[in-house]
């Protein structure tokens, strides 16, 4: 990377401020870690916790050179700019070759949903792009068809330096479309700086991720997630979320109005409208109608199954369906893609002889456990829905009582109990929980041990039952004590249980 490449891309940015280095320089490394800095390389200054003997650590590492807001007064030199996540996310791009030019793009936020979809994007393209379909969700990402290109996720979105290095590692694999989940923290934190997506996905927005490290406030975290519109060459927009108008606002801030689409449940309006056609224990049928007059469009309106249950994610596969689309994908992919399509610990389903069925599920908020209950609810008024659940501690207090609220409103059985207790005492946050419980409605039993609870839930269960598994996924860990304690995952004991119980 050659440094007056470097400072002619910052001042296009007015994030340039002034070098101690000679403008013919060059670096042969880019790093953030002192930990990870090979010889030659330009260090980039930066983080809450940044402390200025990593600085020295990356110069004895090879450092040649430092990016940083401050001045060190070292005598090696540095180069200074007003904001340094910025400026790493550019240096990226630069020492990387700017691999997004050679993807086709598609990021989704949403306070849920993000991952669900993601996945059905991939699923459908790959029909349509075999072995070609990069993907950064929060589960896993994939930078290619061998088993090497695949890893575990750290972040919903990883720093900029890491986008960028993976999404040259997935065009030299020969990917052609990257999907990803874009959190809003990746905006609050300069992740995605500079990036333009060929297709941004809007799903919807709930208070979430609002604390000491994430947002200060409601405010900021809709501020941070609107930037996905005002960054992207296509818009697709969920017509039934909260603050729909201040999101199409934003679309169009940057987007003509025939690359805005929307959606929604029987939404005349929207520029596609789902219609759910059947829903069962396992999974759903949904059909589109195309509300704008499109030749790209029309043949969207056709009939979709979907191998997950629940009504949120048809919304999900509508998005898929229409980021597809602008990606190319035709309409045979997208019924075979979402088909076929499974999610790591969301909406799992196992199925019982004797004891009802189970469900896996994600939902760790108001929000998702509230759309996932309802659903429950709504679709098998026969069905008694017994629920195990508990809340993390350290964080997300608010989420007890919101727990308690969607109970109260849907669930007939909770089995209070152990998730990610942290440095809180899980029976002391399952007692909060069921301070909120009408008692009159939810019958609760506080058990410590996630496994002995899932036990227990399933056992009582009869084939009018719903058990479902809350907050957890395929977590293989228990947060606590700082520590992450392995744990068996709740689809491996659930499985367990239900051999024990039906052997
Ligand atoms: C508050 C926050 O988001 N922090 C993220 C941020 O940290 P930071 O830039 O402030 O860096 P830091 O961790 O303070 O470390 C300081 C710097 O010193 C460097 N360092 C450190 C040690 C050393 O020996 N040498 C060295 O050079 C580090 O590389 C870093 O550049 O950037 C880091 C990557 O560069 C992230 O790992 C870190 O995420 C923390 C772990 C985190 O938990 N973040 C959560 C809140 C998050 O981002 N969540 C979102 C939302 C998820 C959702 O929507 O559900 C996500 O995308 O996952
Ligand atoms: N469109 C939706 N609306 C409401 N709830 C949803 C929706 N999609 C999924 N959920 C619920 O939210 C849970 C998490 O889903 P998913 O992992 O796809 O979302 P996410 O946005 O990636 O979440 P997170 O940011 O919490 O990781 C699911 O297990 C389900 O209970």
Same mark, same amino acid.
């Given at each position: 990377?050659?440094? =007056? ?102 990021? +989704? ?83 995605? +700086? ?9 799903? =919807? ?7 000491? =490290? ?48 929307? +959606? ?145 409103? +849907? ?51 009869? =084939? ?40």
């Amino acid at each position: 990377m050659r440094v =007056n490449q470097l400072i002619a891309l910052l001042q296009e940015h007015n994030l340039y401020q002034g070098t101690t280095l000679s403008d013919d320089a060059t670096f042969d490394g880019l790093a953030y870690d002192s930990r990870k800095v090979s010889a030659n390389s330009l260090f980039v200054c930066k983080g809450f916790n940044f402390s200025v003997d990593y600085l020295h650590q990356a110069i004895a590492n090879g450092a040649t050179c430092y990016l940083a807001e401050k001045d060190y007064n070292l005598v090696t030199p540095g180069i200074f700019v007003t904001d340094v996540r910025k400026a790493l996310s550019l240096a990226a791009q630069l020492y990387f070759g700017f691999p997004q030019n050679d993807l086709f793009v598609i990021g +989704y936020t949403g306070t849920k949903g993000k991952t669900t979809s993601t996945y059905f994007t991939r699923n459908i393209l790959e029909q349509t792009f075999p072995k070609q379909v990069a993907m950064f969700s929060t589960i896993n990402h994939i930078l290619g068809p061998k088993p090497e290109d695949q890893f575990k996720a750290h972040l919903t979105t990883a720093e900029s330096f890491d986008i960028f290095r993976e999404m040259r590692q997935a065009v030299d694999n020969g990917q052609k479309v990257l999907v990803m989940e874009v959190a809003s923290q990746a905006y609050l934190l300069d992740r995605v +700086y500079g990036l333009r997506f060929n297709v941004g996905l809007f799903l =919807n927005i709930s208070p979430d991720h609002i604390g000491v =490290n994430e947002h200060p406030n409601f405010a900021n975290y809709l501020f941070c997630k609107l930037q996905l519109m005002l960054n992207s060459d296509n818009c697709i927009i969920d017509a039934d979320t909260d603050h729909f108008d201040e999101v199409l606002a934003a679309a169009k801030v940057s987007t003509a109005p025939d690359h805005i689409f929307t +959606y929604g449940v029987d939404q005349p309006q929207a520029t596609v409208s789902l219609t759910s056609d059947a829903a069962t224990l396992t999974d759903s049928q949904f059909s589109l109608t195309v509300n704008r007059d499109d030749d790209r469009l029309a043949p969207l309106a056709a009939t979709y199954n979907v191998s997950v249950p629940g009504d949120f994610n048809q919304s999900n596969a509508t998005a898929a369906i229409l980021a597809s689309l602008l990606a190319g994908a035709h309409v045979t992919d997208m019924q075979t893609g979402l088909a076929n399509t499974t999610i790591p610990g969301r909406m799992e389903v196992l199925t019982t002889q004797r004891h009802g069925t189970v469900y896996i599920d994600y939902a760790h908020d108001w929000g998702s456990m509230n759309a996932l209950l309802h659903f429950l609810h709504a679709q098998f008024p026969d069905h008694q829905i017994k629920v195990v659940l508990g809340s993390t501690g350290d964080k997300g207090e608010d989420r007890r009582e919101g727990f308690a609220k969607a109970l109260n409103d +849907y669930a007939n059985v909770a089995f209070l109990t152990t998730d990610d207790p942290g440095h809180e005492d899980p029976i002391a946050i399952a007692k909060e929980i069921d301070s909120y419980i009408d008692h009159t409605k939810v019958q609760t039993t506080l058990i410590p041990q996630r496994e002995d609870a899932i036990h227990q839930a399933i056992a009582t269960a009869t =084939n009018h039952d719903l058990v479902i598994l809350a907050g957890k996924g395929q977590d293989a860990y228990q947060k606590i004590n700082g520590i992450d304690t392995p744990y068996a995952t709740d689809p491996v004991v659930a499985q367990e249980v239900i051999d024990e119980l039906e052997a």
